[in-house]
């Protein structure tokens, strides 16, 4: 076979520069570190490395996305710190207030010292976070979430809006509570009832704390209303209406019974009973109101008298408390679309369903609404029924700020010598006092939680950690050379750039003129 000359020079030169580029790409992993110079070095793991590299990196976003839940958390646990030392002191005075050796000028030097304590209440339910951002008003922080009016009243104007941060993959945090939770509102499971008395009552009847004597009586989780009238003989006798979260009577007005003032309880329909003294005049009015319900949904029927015919409503009943129709309130509707045959239609907070048709379900049915929710529900109605399942909260104002301006302006009442404008006084004390055991309780219930969420933030960087680590290790699996075999690799490939080389020197050299025949 010949092999032309120009042959040897291109074999030669392709092998030096293949040779080279190969050396190029070692130096190139020693000099960088990185085993893959470009994705053709190795596919799969180039792959590999994207997908990690993007789970790493959510990782880093997590982790910083935490510190700012653990700030907001911790500012707002140090916030709440202080109100509850602030209401614990308010308390206190309170206790002070009740002293029967006050007189009226000191209950006004009290009444200062209270509305001081008002205003230094109302700069920590409007704390900021420090970039600007109200804490506690929900969605809107750049607002204030209270406001006092020109006559001093206190009303929240943020809203009810979750700052959800993403703290995992799978999860979000509350990173702050509204002032409506934490100034407004009674825990989660709290089971107290609050009194109230009546604008001008004559008396001297004082209404003391509220206790649930049977906790599975009938009217466990009602409002009670007392009544006192003078009978005939001149003896005061009283009578208890019973109502609902939505204010619908329950029982009541009940026979009147007659009061003896040497009584320290009233027992109240279902379950409950409330300590009680002194003589209350004729028409005086007291209340015991729940800071909870036992029924979160009310049932009632929207469409004249008459046109349920055989239906019967009953209670609704929460089948799923994440369901749909949580807070919600369901509308129903029926129609007869032709004789003996009904459908019934929802609607859910101003949205209209399709029409649904109707069996019915027989006695001790229920009629299930979707979303969550049921309703005791039998027999057959007439054309255009209607009835409303309704949500229902506490009626009890909770707002702290009401109890602090009620206390306030009884502190500022002249009573000295006044039996019935003692006997006042100390209603809205013992009223404001349990509204304040209420509020105390709430804030150490949200305090709580903060804790539970700043642990539950250290679980996750815990486990986060663990899982960076994870990604690290197998991007340097993936990317990281091998350091030893590189090096090896790099003299291997320039002892052949050498050889390669020296070959080449030889194979140009050679000539058929330096040929001898």
């Known amino acids: 076979m010949r092999i032309s000359s120009n042959l040897f020079f291109e074999t030669g030169l392709r092998t030096i520069n293949l040779q080279q580029s190969d050396l190029m790409h070692r130096y190139q992993q020693v000099g960088t570190g990185r085993r893959m110079i470009t994705p053709a070095d190795d596919p799969l793991a180039a792959a590999q490395t994207i997908n990690i590299a993007q789970s790493q990196s959510l990782n880093v976003r997590y982790a910083e996305n935490r510190q700012v839940a653990k700030t907001q958390l911790g500012i707002q646990e140090n ?16 206790v002070e207030a009740g002293n029967g050796t006050l007189s009226d000028a000191d209950r006004g030097v009290l009444a200062n010292v209270l509305e001081n304590a008002k205003d230094n209440l109302m700069g920590l339910a409007n704390a900021t976070d420090g970039n600007g951002q109200y804490l506690f008003s929900g969605y809107s922080g750049s607002r204030p979430p209270f406001i006092a009016d020109s006559f001093g009243a206190v009303s929240y104007q943020g809203d009810e809006g979750r700052r959800l941060i993403q703290v995992d993959q799978t999860r979000q945090l509350d990173s702050a509570d509204t002032g409506l939770d934490i100034f407004t509102k009674a825990a989660p499971g709290a089971r107290d009832y609050i009194t109230h008395v009546a604008a001008g009552n004559q008396g001297t009847g004082i209404i003391g704390k509220p206790v649930i004597a049977d906790p599975k009586g009938q009217y466990v989780g009602a409002k009670f209303e007392l009544s006192f009238t003078e009978a005939g003989d001149g003896s005061m006798q009283y009578s208890v209406t019973v109502r609902d979260a939505a204010d619908y009577i329950l029982s009541g007005p009940s026979v009147p019974v007659a009061y003896d003032d040497s009584t320290e309880t009233l027992a109240l329909p279902g379950g409950v009973q409330v300590a009680f003294s002194g003589m209350p005049a004729d028409g005086d009015a007291f209340s015991v109101e729940p800071v909870f319900v036992t029924d979160p949904f009310i049932s009632a ?17 929460i089948t799923d408390p994440a369901g749909e129709y949580m807070g919600k309130q369901v509308d129903v509707a029926f129609q007869e679309v032709v004789p003996g045959t009904f459908q019934y239609q929802l609607t859910v907070d101003g949205t209209t369903g399709p029409w649904i048709n109707y069996t019915d379900p027989g006695p001790g049915g229920v009629l299930d609404l979707g979303g969550g929710l049921e309703v005791a529900f039998e027999g057959v109605p007439t054309d255009g029924y209607a009835f409303s399942v309704e949500p229902v ?3 009890t104002n909770l707002n702290v700020f009401d109890a602090l301006d009620d206390i306030i302006e009884a502190l500022k009442t002249p009573i000295q010598g006044d039996p019935a404008a003692h006997a006042n006084y100390q209603n809205v004390l013992a009223s404001a006092m349990q509204r304040l055991d209420v509020n105390f309780d709430q804030v150490q219930t949200v305090v ?12 996750i960087d815990a486990n986060s950690n663990v899982r960076g680590l994870s990604y690290a290790q ?9 350091y030893y075999e590189a090096i090896a690799q790099l003299q291997l490939r320039t002892a052949a750039l050498d050889a390669a080389s020296m070959a080449f020197k030889k194979i140009q050299a050679t000539s058929m003129f330096n040929m001898k025949g």
């Open 79 to 94: 916030t709440l710190d202080s109100v509850s030392t602030l209401i614990s002191g308010l308390k206190t005075r309170l």
């Open 301 to 317: 029927q929207q469409s004249a008298a008459g046109t349920e015919g055989t239906a019967v409503l009953g209670k609704p009943g």
């Open 393 to 395: 909260e506490p009626s």
């Open 448 to 459: 709580s939680s903060v804790g539970t969420r700043l642990s539950e933030i250290d679980a």
């Open 474 to 482: 197998d991007l340097s699996r993936l990317e990281d050379v091998d």
